[in-house]
């Protein structure tokens, strides 16, 4: 499994990342950061291109050593770039010291995303802003079921992906204050594709 999870998963994150339905999220959400911004999960780098001028300085945190080789070589960049490996549950830098948070399909796998995003809301200034776009828990019962029938097996493939968490639930409970939350189904399987999208303000 250490071969598998440090060597395989990256890869087949990064090439799941780059689904092409994936781009109007990421279009939608990444070019709103501003100011001192950190990317939570910021895997190959994907979004890097998104970002606008309006963002001063870029900390990405990853906890996987090979997805962090990627984003240094990835996407053009007029902005000063910190890549950090580190876990959103322990966020290494200091309360109120940055203006957004970015987090794009990534509250899925972190172990405990309640306390991580307590840590998010910690490191963000009073004014700040959290950006994300999420995959989780669906409103329709015979979907839920079949996501909390596949969870225990799709972590174990997908590096700890979990399909089923209340992604709004979880970000409200944290702290946090909705200024939009939209929620639908993007195309495919909708047990792995009914999605989060929006803005959250610390309360």
Not at 156 to 181: D, T, Y
Request: hydrophobic share 40%; net charge positive.
């Amino acid at each position: 499994m250490g071969f598998y999870q440090d060597q395989v998963v990256p890869l087949l994150t990064n090439l799941s990342m780059r689904n092409k339905y994936l781009v109007a999220y990421r279009d939608r959400i990444v070019p709103a950061a501003a100011g001192r911004v950190l990317e939570v999960g910021i895997g190959s780098g994907i979004n890097l291109p998104r970002y606008s001028s309006n963002v001063q300085h870029l900390i990405g945190l990853e906890p996987s050593p090979k997805l962090l080789g990627m984003a240094r070589h990835a996407g053009r960049r007029s902005f000063p770039l910190d890549l950090i490996e580190g876990s959103a549950e322990e966020i290494p830098r200091e309360t109120a010291s940055v203006d957004t948070v970015v987090t794009t399909w990534t509250l899925c796998t972190i172990p405990d995303a309640g306390r991580a995003l307590h840590e998010m809301r910690r490191v963000l200034k009073p004014g700040g802003r959290l950006l994300f776009v999420e995959h989780g828990r669906a409103p329709d019962p015979n979907v839920v079921w079949w996501q909390d029938w596949l969870t225990p097996m799709w972590k174990r493939m997908g590096g700890g992906c979990h399909l089923n968490r209340a992604i709004g639930s979880l970000i409200e409970s944290a702290g946090f204050r909705f200024e939009r939350c939209e929620t639908g189904y993007m195309r495919g399987p909708k047990p792995m594709t009914f999605m989060y999208e929006g803005s959250a303000r610390p309360r």
